[in-house]
């Protein structure tokens, strides 16, 4: 199959395949001799599932790295879970950071309860004081969630 049948049959785009090639998480498909298309097979069609799968769990590319290497190996899956328990434990910081910014802007939003003038907005008040910051919050909203690399 061509790369856009491979894209609709995963439900990502041609960009994100080449771009799972070029990190080496796709192996790169032979190439038609006719017409020079990439020429992917089922084998493909399974890892590349499997990668989406992995990245919608929220892990990294070296932890899906691991885990395609794991697949092809004999040994027992303690590694395996040692790898999950470790991302699981990074997303329940991540919850954690989240619980506590949600509590932050709630507060926040308590500082204006009426239709006053922007010149009276307790928020642009509150945000505009002199206070001590979260540390590792300024990364939450900018899609960078864990402040520790995973």
Known sequence: MKIGELAQHVG???????FYEKEGLLHKPLRNTENNYREYQSHHLERLRFIRR???????????RTLLAARNQQDDCLGINQLVDQHLQHVQHRI????????ELQELR???QGDSSVQSCGILREL???????????NVHS???CSSKH
């Open 128 to 138: 505009e004081r002199d206070a001590p910051l979260n540390d590792g919050l300024e």
């Open 110 to 112: 308590l500082q204006c």
């Open 96 to 103: 954690q950071e989240l619980l506590t910014l949600e509590k």
């Open 12 to 18: 990502c785009t041609v960009e994100t395949i080449r």
């Open 143 to 145: 899609g960078q969630i």
């Open 54 to 64: 992995c990245r919608s769990l929220g892990m990294t590319h070296d932890e899906i």
